[in-house]
């Protein structure tokens, strides 16, 4: 029996991109040959009131400046020597330098770090550190060759040492939706049916440029006043991109969802699915749009092109131009390039990100 630490800041949602593919990994690790124990440097209401996966372990760290994280992090090499764990695998910078410390201390068997994104939370101190972690770290795990190629760019490791897993998908959830769903989804948030609905799923976070998508919705509106546009996503931008769609005078055609479990019934009643960020390394959302059948328009960052084929099942354009962002979505929608018609690649790139075939490269890293 292999057991595994996980070890992350925290959960706060099960919708979160790291977080969700995190959740994917525990719920379906094979136990008869793995034992699977999530480490939180803090627990979240969202833990304390709904996670069963697996046993979990509080870390007790919020901060590097108290003298009481010592104490803390010789408790959790101690955890790891009790509990016996042989692999440590860590999500986020701070878990990362946890994680990666704690497991080297402890002689654990091998230790594992994750790249899910490509640096935009990086100060040149947080480089550093991560570089002299990296003396100590078996194999990263980064989810797009874009990845890959900035982790051995930017922090030096060995190529040989990185091996991509894209996100996985449970395509089962994407199956069977009832007919009348997209005719019921909309009438649940007041759009009519037969008017083009186009859709973005992230949280309400800087990098995400909600803001840019905006500005091009606003361009899309006025050459169509019956598209709708919905965000599904929470966080702390929500209030200031409210009244960012009144100040463009948009807010008929705007709908904030939230968070939301519900996504491919979300998805189904969408016509264009869209990804503005700013930076990526590899989008859940993305996947679960060609899950959906949906063409996308989406700015061209991290592995997006190793999922978008431009002209084929999407358009790729370039970060921070909501001009060319609307102008693309606008073609889509008035050449009737919607989820019916447009020719999409799904089969190709799917095949990579079938849950079984992601947990299966997952076991057998833990396992060599």
């Given amino acids: 029996m292999i057991r595994i630490a996980f070890v992350i800041d925290t959960i706060e949602t099960p919708t979160a991109g790291t977080e969700k593919q995190l959740l994917l990994l525990l719920r379906h690790l094979d136990r008869s040959s793995f034992d699977p124990i999530l480490c939180v440097l803090y627990s979240s209401k969202w833990l304390d009131e709904h996670f069963n996966l697996c046993p979990i372990h509080v870390i007790d760290i919020r901060s590097f400046k108290k003298p009481k994280t010592f104490l803390a992090l010789m408790r959790f090499i101690r955890f790891l020597k009790t ?24 002689k654990v068997g091998k230790i ?34 874009d990845t890959k190629n900035w982790t051995v760019r930017f922090e030096g490791f060995p ?41 973005m799923v992230a949280n309400l976070r800087p990098v995400k440029a909600h803001d840019i998508l905006l500005k091009a919705a606003q361009k899309v509106i006025k050459c169509i006043p019956e598209a709708h546009f919905v965000l599904v996503g929470d966080g702390e931008l ?9 100040d463009l005078g948009i807010p008929e055609n705007v709908h904030f969802l939230g968070r939301r479990t519900d996504i491919p019934n979300i998805l189904n009643m969408l016509d264009v699915g869209v990804l503005s960020s700013s930076s990526e390394s590899f989008s859940n ?27 084929v099942n999407g358009h790729v354009v370039p970060t921070g131009n909501h001009l ?26 799917l095949d990579l990100c079938v849950l079984n075939k992601v947990i299966t490269t997952y076991q057998n890293l833990y396992q060599n």
């Fill in 285 to 311: 959302a993305l996947v679960e749009y060609i899950a959906s059948g949906l063409p996308v328009v989406c700015t061209d960052v991290g592995g997006v092109r190793e999922v978008i084929e431009d002209g």
């Fill in 159 to 199: 190529e040989e040492k990185i091996q991509v897993i894209y996100n996985g998908i449970d395509l089962k959830s994407f199956q069977n939706i009832p007919p009348d769903n997209r005719s019921s989804m909309r009438k649940a948030f007041g759009i009519p049916d037969g008017v083009p609905v186009i859709g």
């Fill in 83 to 106: 509990e016996k764990v042989n692999v440590v695998h860590t999500f986020f910078r701070d878990g990362n330098i946890v994680g990666v410390t704690a497991g080297k201390l402890a």
């Fill in 112 to 145: 594992i770090s994750s790249r899910r994104n490509q640096g935009y939370w990086m100060t040149p101190l947080d480089l550093k550190v991560t570089k002299l972690l990296n003396c100590w770290v078996d194999t990263i795990v980064a989810n797009s060759m």
């Fill in 324 to 349: 060319l962002l609307a102008k693309k979505i606008i073609y889509l929608i008035q050449k009737g390039n919607t989820n019916k018609n447009l020719k999409y690649n799904k089969i190709k790139f």
């Fill in 238 to 246: 929500k209030q200031k991109l409210v009244q960012m769609t009144n």
